[in-house]
């Protein structure tokens, strides 16, 4: 279903769901390490937070007046 013609909530909300998923895939297990890429400091979690702090961050997303 995805298409061109996303509104900016849209794009908004694959953005954080998108982001979640992948931190969940990417948490740190017991040993601090994580179990996709058997590091510590994961840089692809890095990148999620990243993500979802500016998603956050950014009010242009509810300027626009078609997300709600
Ligand atoms: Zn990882």
Same mark, same amino acid.
Request: with cysteine; hydrophobic share 35%.
């Given at each position: 279903?995805? +298409?061109?013609? %996303?509104? %900016?909530?849209? @794009?908004?909300?694959? !953005? #954080? !769901?998108?982001?979640?998923? #992948? !931190?969940? &895939?990417?948490?740190? +297990?017991?040993? +601090?390490?994580?179990?996709?890429?058997r590091t510590? +400091?994961?840089?692809?979690?890095?990148?999620?937070?990243? @993500? @979802?702090?500016? #998603?956050? &961050? #950014?009010? !242009?997303?509810?300027v626009?007046? &078609?997300?709600?």
């Amino acid at each position: 279903m995805t +298409g061109p013609f %996303l509104s %900016l909530a849209q @794009i908004h909300n694959r !953005l #954080v !769901l998108t982001a979640r998923q #992948v !931190l969940r &895939q990417h948490r740190p +297990g017991t040993d +601090g390490r994580c179990p996709v890429c058997r590091t510590a +400091g994961c840089p692809v979690a890095d990148a999620a937070r990243d @993500i @979802i702090r500016t #998603v956050s &961050q #950014v009010r !242009l997303w509810r300027v626009t007046g &078609q997300d709600r």
